[in-house]
């Protein structure tokens, strides 16, 4: 199995900033693109921003120029760092991965998430 961890939420006033982190374990072959979602209560599920394997990267109107995605392959990791908050910007914030893994005796390549880490903007 894939397991994804988020950290790094929390409270920031408007104007502050804040960097997630996501760290890809388990059973993994290899790992795709990563990313950034988030979902505000009573909103669907949003994209933010991601980055490829060969760190091509794209995000949502809402975040551009606020917002850097990076990995390192190393680690497995996937960062997101978040600059000029917003009230707006207040959500779950979730990672997700395309990765190949093993899961029982079998391999498969499939979407992972991560359990989510609150982000709050607020004064």
């Known amino acids: 199995q894939v397991q994804l961890v988020e950290s790094g939420g929390g409270l920031v006033q408007p104007g502050g900033s804040l960097r997630l982190s996501c760290a890809a374990s388990?059973?993994?072959?290899?790992?795709?693109?990563m990313g950034w979602y988030r979902q505000a209560p009573g909103k669907q599920r949003e994209l933010v921003a991601t980055?490829?394997?060969?760190?091509?990267?794209n995000y949502a109107d809402p975040v551009k120029g606020r917002c850097q995605i990076s990995r390192d392959n190393a680690k497995n990791t996937v960062y997101l760092q978040m600059n000029s908050l917003k009230p707006e910007d207040t959500a779950v914030y979730y990672c997700?991965?395309?990765?190949?893994?093993?899961?029982?005796?079998?391999?498969?390549?499939?979407?992972?998430w991560g359990q989510g880490t609150q982000v709050t903007v607020s004064s």
């Open positions: 388990g059973s993994i072959f290899s790992i795709y693109t």
């Open positions: 997700n991965t395309d990765a190949l893994g093993l899961k029982g005796a079998t391999i498969e390549r499939r979407d992972y």
């Open positions: 980055i490829s394997s060969g760190s091509s990267t």
